[in-house]
T-cell receptor, first 110, second 116 residues
Framework: GEDVEQSLFLSVREGDSSVINCTYTDSSSTYLYWYKQEPGAGLQLLTYIFSNMDMKQDQRLTVLLNKKDKHLSLRIADTQTGDSAIYFCAESINDYKLSFGAGTTVTVRA | NAGVTQTPKFQVLKTGQSMTLQCAQDMNHNSMYWYRQDPGMGLRLIYYSASEGTTDKGEVPNGYNVSRLNKREFSLRLESAAPSQTSVYFC???????????????FGPGTRLTVL
């Protein structure tokens, strides 16, 4: 079955790095995604990684993929107050479906 | 480009009432989706439309119907609303190019629905 798991909460000090972890179950997933949701808003795609990659970097964001352990992580460097949001990990299940985790609420404290 | 738009933003219904949630995209995407978001449960797929003229059930289709009116528009209908349908509803779209291709989905701002 499909089950994406994430820890529910993360608190980080402004300026530190945040690491959000995710485990997924479908080894055939071709793409894995990170979305950000700010309060009262829809989901915004942050980044994605193709399954044949181990790492992808995009400015302050670094995605690491461990296919053997089905583990995905998102690192945000120099975390800012604007990074406070809910972060969702998602895996592609088939041609049409994305399976989402429950979301990790990141709180940035001064 | 407006991206994905949804109307209304908020709605309160009484049990048994019906309503239609509207969604439109201007990105020429061929696939469209309806999700519901409940606390602690992430997003669950209600229905999707792979291309104009086709619709398919997702994980939680009971109590809902959809219409893919044209390539741009995909509506979600609640025929007889129940309190269990209180949720935030998101429409999304994607430009799939084939099997195994990137299916990044673009989301609308959501409709917050309360059923009393």
């Amino acid at each position: 079955g499909e089950d994406v798991e994430q820890s529910l909460f993360l608190s980080v000090r402004e300026g530190d790095s945040s690491v959000i972890n995710c485990t997924y179950t479908d080894s055939s997933s071709t793409y894995l995604y990170w979305y950000k949701q700010e309060p009262g808003a829809g989901l915004q795609l942050l980044t994605y990684i193709f399954s044949n990659m181990d790492m992808k970097q995009d400015q302050r964001l670094t995605v690491l993929l461990n296919k053997k352990d089905k583990h995905l992580s998102l690192r945000i460097a120099d975390t800012q107050t604007g990074d406070s949001a809910i972060y969702f990990c998602a895996e592609s299940i088939n041609d049409y479906k994305l399976s989402f985790g429950a979301g990790t609420t990141v709180t940035v404290r001064a | 480009n407006a991206g994905v738009t949804q109307t209304p933003k908020f709605q309160v219904l009484k049990t048994g009432q019906s309503m239609t949630l509207q969604c439109a995209q201007d990105m020429n995407h061929n696939s469209m989706y309806w999700y519901r978001q409940d606390p602690g449960m992430g997003l669950r797929l209600i229905y999707y439309s792979a291309s104009e003229g086709t619709t398919d059930k997702g994980e939680v289709p009971n109590g809902y119907n959809v219409s893919r009116l044209n390539k741009r528009e995909f509506s979600l209908r609640l025929e007889s609303a129940a309190p269990s349908q209180t949720s935030v509803y998101f429409c999304a779209s994607s430009y799939r190019t084939g099997q195994g291709a990137n299916n990044e989905q673009f989301f609308g701002p959501g409709t917050r629905l309360t059923v009393l």
